[in-house]
């Protein structure tokens, strides 16, 4: 097994600046910008939120927003149509059923629509300080299946072998370090393992394209 504890003290020094990219200045906004991201890139994501935010100052303006013209606010971040159900729709129940807040538990933030565990763990970690799991994107799905991590696919099953072996104190993190990792050096297809800072510890260094 991979010695976890240094990949992540090498990591931490290579990315001091890890953290969530998306911008936001409260948890709605977070929501918003993270079921956004939803198979697009962090950076359409923040090209599309400012005026977003602008045009749908609070929660009540998302709620009552025309389901056809919040698509076309948001087509470019792509599934659109699913994007504008999920967001009007949360918006809708936090108002009937959380008092107009985010709710701040996995069981809460689940029942919104379009609201699974990847996006509830950033909600919490990144909206609120609250740690309860592991955010598992594509990144972090890829890396920790080439650092053999896991044998398993399914994010939810990922997250539970993850959360075994990385220490507590570093769930936060460690998402956004693999995050940045699968960016700017383990890419894939095309792994850049002569400039890796872990290529000794990883099992599938040098092992051709992935």
Known sequence: M????????????????????????????????????AQCTDVRVNQVTPLL???YRTIPDFAEASPEEFERDIRSTGFYRNK???????????LNEFKGRVPDTMEKLT???????????????????????????THVRRLSQLMGLTKNA??????EDLMKIVPRKD???????LILHGRKICKAGRPFCEGCKINK?????????I
Request: hydrophobic share 45%; with cysteine; aromatic share 8%.
């Open 2 to 37: 991979i010695n976890i504890k240094e990949v992540i003290k090498i990591l931490k020094k290579e990315y001091p600046e890890a953290k969530i990219a998306l911008r936001f200045k409260n948890t709605w906004q977070l929501l918003v910008a993270t079921i956004l991201s």
């Open 53 to 55: 935010f602008k045009k």
């Open 84 to 94: 504008a159900k999920s967001i009007i729709g949360s918006a809708k129940k936090i």
């Open 111 to 137: 029942s919104l629509p379009g609201v699974g565990r990847k996006t509830a763990n950033l909600i919490l970690s990144s909206g609120f300080g609250i740690v309860v799991g592991i955010v598992v994107d």
């Open 154 to 159: 399914g994010p939810d099953k990922i997250e």
């Open 171 to 177: 769930w936060g993190i460690f998402s956004h370090l």
């Open 201 to 209: 510890l990883c099992p599938s260094a040098f092992k051709g394209k």
